[in-house]
T-cell receptor
């Protein structure tokens, strides 16, 4: 799987939008961009994934650059409950069918009241 | 989606003893995995639990130290054998189903402290 680069930590104020960046300059054409997050004392949970087009779900939005070398996870209104480590992971279903996701260090998001 | 539970949620053990962690999924999953997460670190894959056959271990992890069972599609165990303080960590069970290879589900983890 191609490598991703994320900031070690970020801080946000409650009820403000948060933009979590991820760089993946060596992404291949078949790599999907996945985001997971790990809340304190819990296992990671799925947030969102996409290939080329921007994606929205009830948790977040995923904005993918036109060249796909970077992406941004957007939390529209951060809450205290969104404080977590956010992981950006590339994965190709063609070559990783049935294989586990590989987690990097991620970005630790702090949300201030 | 699948809900994964683990038992125990935490334990404090003596050096040289063994602990077996149980993982139960509320639906059948194709793949099951065991991870270790040391304090402040990311997740490291220990092994893939294969139903009806020996687990597939990652580099640095061996069957004698971390024996794994998976008798069916919803249950697996991980044993941490002959424990030392270096084994103090969080151990996480995870599953993935054939119908949704884009999503991997995780249990809440077992926090192990070895004295």
């Amino acid at each position: 799987d191609a490598k991703t680069t994320q900031p070690n930590s970020m801080e946000s104020n409650e009820e403000e939008p948060v933009h979590l960046p991820c760089n993946h300059s060596t992404i291949s054409g078949t790599d999907y961009i996945h985001w997971y997050r790990q809340l304190p004392s819990q296992g990671p949970e799925y947030v969102i994934h996409g290939l080329t087009s921007n994606v929205n779900n009830r948790m977040a939005s995923l904005a993918i650059a036109e060249d796909r070398k970077s992406s941004t996870l957007i939390l529209h209104r951060a809450t205290l409950r969104d404080a977590a480590v956010y992981y950006c992971i590339l994965r190709s279903p063609l070559y990783n069918y049935g294989q586990n996701f590989v987690f990097g260090p991620g970005t630790r998001l702090s949300v201030l009241p | 989606s699948a809900v994964i539970s683990q038992k125990p949620s935490r334990d404090i053990c003596q050096r040289g003893t063994s602990l077996t962690i149980q993982c139960q999924v509320d639906s059948q999953v194709t793949m099951m995995f065991w991870y270790r997460q040391q304090p402040g670190q990311s997740l490291t894959l220990i092994a893939t639990a294969n139903q009806g056959s020996e687990a597939t271990y990652e580099s640095g992890f061996v069957i004698d130290k971390f024996p794994i069972s998976r008798p069916n599609l919803t249950f697996s165990t991980l044993t941490v054998s002959n424990m030392s303080p270096e084994d103090s960590s969080i151990y996480l069970c995870s599953g993935m189903s054939r119908s949704s290879y884009n999503e991997q589900f995780f249990g809440p983890g077992t926090r192990l402290t070895v004295l």
